[in-house]
């Protein structure tokens, strides 16, 4: 995605100019916050394509500044979080993160998460070939992004949405976290499997624990009967 924006906020002004080293070659636009409300406030300002987050914020934590986010906007979301803190990973995901990164990180591999999720979502973007995948009790509207159990619709976020589509379409075949994180982050395996595990809890929260099973040790597999 060419000029894309994105807002970077921590409160580390050496991450945030290192960050901005490595994005500006690239062609995007990068606005930078070192506050909770700060960023809040230029999330709604810029409407940002994509926004890097930190969880250890001054003001307003980056949880809170997610939430709020949350009502707002369906802006990708990228968390850094502390390599220790797997508390925060799992909330950060919760509220409404699409990606994260551990710190101490490579902004090599910052740039690749972002510069992925940036291809998808201009796939997303551009025309959809429609086509709708339907089962026994599960119908998938691949053009819409529309989701129906027994003729209830489902909202899923942008993620929950791909993650489900790339399942059905692998119907009754097991799918790795790895293989789940190429095909629908868009990059190789970094070793951070917990952003799959939750993102597959909150598809099953809203479809029913009944559609996705869980392979010990493999990964995860579809099951609906197709109609």
Do not use: C
């Not at 930190?54 to 934590?61: A, V, Y």
């Not at 799918?175 to 909150?202: A, N, T």
């Amino acid at each position: 995605m060419t000029n894309a924006k994105i807002l970077v906020v921590d409160d580390e002004e050496s991450i945030l100019n290192l960050v901005e080293a490595y994005l500006r070659p690239e062609g995007y636009e990068v606005y930078t916050e070192t506050d909770g409300p700060s960023g809040l406030q230029a999330a709604r300002a810029y409407k940002p394509d994509l926004v890097v987050l930190d969880i250890m914020l001054p003001g307003m934590d980056g949880i809170e500044l997610l939430t709020h986010l949350r009502r707002e906007s369906d802006v990708y979301v990228i968390m850094l979080t502390a390599k220790t803190e797997e508390t925060d990973k799992i909330v950060g995901l919760s509220v409404g993160a699409d990606d994260y990164v551990t710190k101490p990180f490579s902004p090599r591999e910052l740039v690749a998460r972002i510069k992925a999720a940036l291809r998808r979502l201009q796939k997303g973007s551009g025309p959809q070939v429609s086509s709708v995948l339907v089962f026994d009790r599960v119908r998938i509207d691949t053009g819409s992004r529309q989701v129906w159990v027994d003729d209830e619709m489902v909202e899923l976020t942008a993620i929950e949405f791909d993650l489900l589509m790339t399942l059905a379409e692998h119907r009754g075949l097991v799918l790795s976290r790895e293989q789940l994180l190429e095909k629908v982050w868009g990059y190789d395996f970094y070793g951070e499997m917990r952003v799959v595990d939750v993102h597959i809890g909150h598809i099953r929260q809203k479809l029913g624990e009944e559609f996705i099973v869980t392979v010990r040790g493999v990964g995860y597999r579809f099951e609906d009967k197709v109609v």
